[in-house]
């Protein structure tokens, strides 16, 4: 069994916020996670009431403000000369990279073949619009010797975070539904429908939303925002009784399994649990000329994006989804220029993306070690799917050692600036090469994340840290890691 170090010491002991679902009476919860780290804006919930944990953020009443009995001292020597700050150390990238990471150690007479995973997210926007879940519930399938199963989900938001704050909180409901109304030789379905139920609930409406007259401006505008931002979705589930991990995704996050073939040999083999969907791909490029025929394809789709959107399905987006009255009246009482304007001639039969998922389910065989990786793109743009298995078994490897500590990088070695701002992310991203891994955090996703940025290469991942919104978006894009351990 892991144990976790690289522990941001001060985030132990945080509380953490309890809602008690309204779904079930309580009763004791089933085999609870132990939680080896907090991590900044966790909730922490009970759903039907096993633990369940995401980041989506709740508001608080403000404090009162006291009353004031004079204006405040301005400091009028602090502030002089001026002087420029520095950018992060070796040891404050590294808490830098631990203040929003996680680890959950199963505890050994657990059945369920996961033995621990680990998370981490890294903000590049601001706010940041990656949201994530994880934890267990009770199974949906029938039978009483079911086991709960466990959830893993990255939901990587775009034009803000809203939606993909909602699918914290209303994906996993939505497809345990699905799933105890289906039939379990109907899991792909069942999710599918799951996931389209639920957009269909943010987008839907917006036509008869506008209409209604006995709505006001600002509820009018409440209810239109689910379906204006927008969020890909990852989502994995595990069930233990059967072994089968389903995975949905829908959008161009990504989720890859790393199993240990032969321990002789310790090698660790790739396999891709999920298909990204971005607007350059082939496969959904086609699917949009399938969906629409007689329109110009070449004209929805083009460099790379469906009409100027970089996924090809998504959560919400009801720009791409609306028809062109419902725009056009969104536009003018109520998002004035956010919204995207469409020509005519090209936009003629929404919706052009779907949240419909590509579900794929793969066996976890009894005993067998395997990881799973799973992240937003923002990670994916630094680390191919065979790189991420790569680093995966160098940590698997540095654990069995028993951590040893690595020798620092050399930054003359690397060059000079690391960054080239002539080229676009992308294009730079490939410089990020095993040359310049390295391994040294106890958490298997702040290991990924910190790799992603440039490993040893300490100028440049400081570099990195050191920029603020929103330069940093054209560096970096928010990052989100989970990395789930079986029989491992």
Not at 26 to 41: C, M
Not at 50 to 73: D, E, H, I, L, V
Not at 139 to 153: E, K, R, V
Not at 401 to 426: A, I, L, M, S, Y
């Amino acid at each position: 069994m892991f144990t976790f170090r690289g522990i941001h010491r001060q985030r132990l002991h945080k509380p953490f916020v309890r809602f008690q679902s309204t779904a079930s009476p309580p009763r004791p919860a089933r085999l609870p996670l132990v939680i080896a780290t907090g991590a900044a804006s966790f909730a922490l919930g009970w759903y039907t009431p096993q633990m369940f944990t995401s980041n989506s953020k709740t508001s608080t009443p403000a404090p009162p403000n006291p009353a004031s009995t004079g204006p405040p001292t301005l400091d009028t020597k602090a502030g002089y000369p001026f002087s420029f700050s520095e950018p992060p150390t070796e040891a404050e990238v590294t808490e830098i990279l631990n203040s929003h990471a996680w680890s959950v150690t199963l505890p050994p007479h657990d059945t369920s073949d996961i033995t621990r995973y680990d998370g981490c997210q890294l903000a590049s926007n601001s706010e940041c619009e990656d949201r994530y879940i994880h934890g267990r519930f009770p199974s949906p399938l029938p039978g009483t010797n079911q086991q709960d199963w466990l959830a893993f989900g990255v939901f990587d938001g775009h034009l803000g975070a809203q939606t993909a704050a909602l699918l914290t909180k209303h994906l996993i409901p939505y497809v345990h539904q699905a799933l105890a109304q289906s039939s379990p030789q109907d899991i792909h379905a069942a999710i599918s429908s799951a996931f389209t139920s639920l957009d269909d609930a943010f987008v839907l409406h917006a036509k008869e939303t506008l209409a209604d007259p006995s709505l006001s401006w600002s509820q009018k505008l409440v209810r239109l925002v689910p379906g204006s931002n927008g969020s890909c979705a990852l989502l994995a589930l595990y069930d233990p009784s059967s072994g089968n991990l389903h995975v949905a995704c829908t959008g161009d996050s990504r989720a890859v399994m790393c199993r240990l073939e032969d321990p002789s040999t310790k090698e660790w083999k790739l396999e891709p649990l999920s298909i990204d969907q971005g607007g350059g791909s082939a496969t959904e490029k086609a699917r949009v000329a399938a969906e629409h025929p007689g329109e110009d394809v070449d004209r929805l789709v083009k460099n790379g994006r469906v009409l100027g959107l970089a996924t090809a399905r998504a959560f919400g987006d009801g720009h791409w989804k609306w028809d062109l009255e419902t725009l056009q009246k969104g536009k003018e009482g109520y998002f004035a220029d956010t919204l995207r304007a469409h020509d005519g001639e090209v936009y003629q039969t929404p919706p052009y993306v779907t949240a419909r998922p590509e579900v794929t389910t793969t066996e976890i065989k009894k005993g067998g070690k395997a990881v799973m990786i799973m992240a937003s793109d923002g990670f994916w743009d630094a680390v191919t799917s065979q790189q991420a298995v790569e680093l995966v078994a160098r940590w698997v490897e540095w654990r069995g050692r028993g951590c040893p500590p690595e020798q620092e990088g050399n930054d003359e070695k690397f060059g000079g600036n690391g960054f080239d701002w002539t080229v676009r992310r992308k294009d730079w991203w490939g410089k990020v090469n095993e040359e310049k891994w390295t391994v040294r955090d106890g958490n298997a996703a702040v290991h990924l994340t910190r790799n992603a940025l440039g490993g040893k290469h300490h100028d440049l991942v400081s570099g990195l840290l050191a920029l603020r919104p929103p330069f940093s978006r054209w560096a970096r894009d928010d990052i989100t890691v989970q990395v789930v351990f079986f029989n491992c």
